[in-house]
Antibody, heavy 117, light 112 residues
Framework: EVQLVQSGGGVVRPGGSPRLSCAAS????????MSWVRQAPGKGLEWVSG????????GYADSVKGRFTISRDNVKNFLYLQMNSLRVEDTAFYYC??????????WGQGTLVTVSS | DVVMTQSPLSLSVTLGQPASISCRSS???????????LNWFQQRPGQSPRRLIY???KRDSGVPDRFSGSGSGTDFTLKITRVEAEDVGVYYC?????????FGQGTNVEIK
């Protein structure tokens, strides 16, 4: 069974630098790209970042470029999102998502990051 | 960047009646391999999104056949032949032809 179990998040001060983690199991982790997608409370979905199977190709939304860093550990089967210089507008549920050849096919449970002083 | 535009943004449907959601992309979603990278997602209240359709019209495993996708190039449609109570939620189209991926604004489907 495919599982994406997320951790990290919570309440963070503006300017803070939390790291989100996503533990993958039930599939061959290094056979897939991965993405992070976020959703501000009551709002729509926004793709945040993506990484290819071996980590040597990454992409970011303009809204987070230069502040967030996506990475992966194919030995431990983990996906990460290092978030720096957080702003109030980064408050959202963050989803870890498997990126198959044809799109985002499996989503984690989501973790809420609240940026507040 | 590719902009995805959905309509309508809200839909109130009688149980057993059909529903249709449109999605338009600002540029072609056809990749060099000939595939069109357009997905549809359902997000029920309080849940993570779930993919329903990929490559315009291919249903994911376990998705009821009352859901169907169609379209080509830049214009796409998700149809529900007979809406059931469990179909309440928000539906999103998304392009994954290139980064940054982008979603439509979402269509909120409710029962009349």
């Amino acid at each position: 069974e495919v599982q994406l179990v997320q951790s990290g998040g919570g309440v963070v001060r503006p300017g803070g630098s939390p790291r989100l983690s996503c533990a993958a199991s039930g599939f061959i982790f290094d056979g897939y790209g991965m993405s992070w997608v976020r959703q501000a409370p009551g709002k729509g979905l926004e793709w945040v970042s993506g990484i290819n199977w071996n980590g040597n190709k990454t992409g970011y939304a303009d809204s987070v470029k230069g502040r967030f860093t996506i990475s992966r550990d194919n030995v431990k089967n983990f996906l990460y999102l290092q978030m720096n210089s957080l702003r109030v507008e980064d408050t959202a549920f963050y989803y870890c998502v498997r990126d198959s050849d044809y799109g985002l096919d499996f989503w984690g449970q989501g973790t809420l990051v609240t940026v507040s002083s | 960047d590719v902009v995805m535009t959905q309509s309508p943004l809200s839909l109130s449907v009688t149980l057993g009646q059909p529903a249709s959601i449109s999605c338009r992309s600002s540029q072609s979603l056809v990749y060099g391999d000939g595939n069109t990278y357009l997905n549809w997602f359902q997000q029920r209240p309080g849940q993570s999104p779930r993919r329903l359709i990929y490559n315009i019209s291919k249903r994911d495993s376990g998705v009821p056949d009352r859901f169907s996708g169609s379209g080509s190039g830049t214009d796409f449609t998700l149809k529900i032949t007979r809406v059931e109570a469990e179909d309440v939620g928000v539906y999103y189209c998304m392009q994954n032809v290139l980064w940054p991926y982008s979603f439509g604004q979402g269509t909120n489907v409710e029962i009349k």
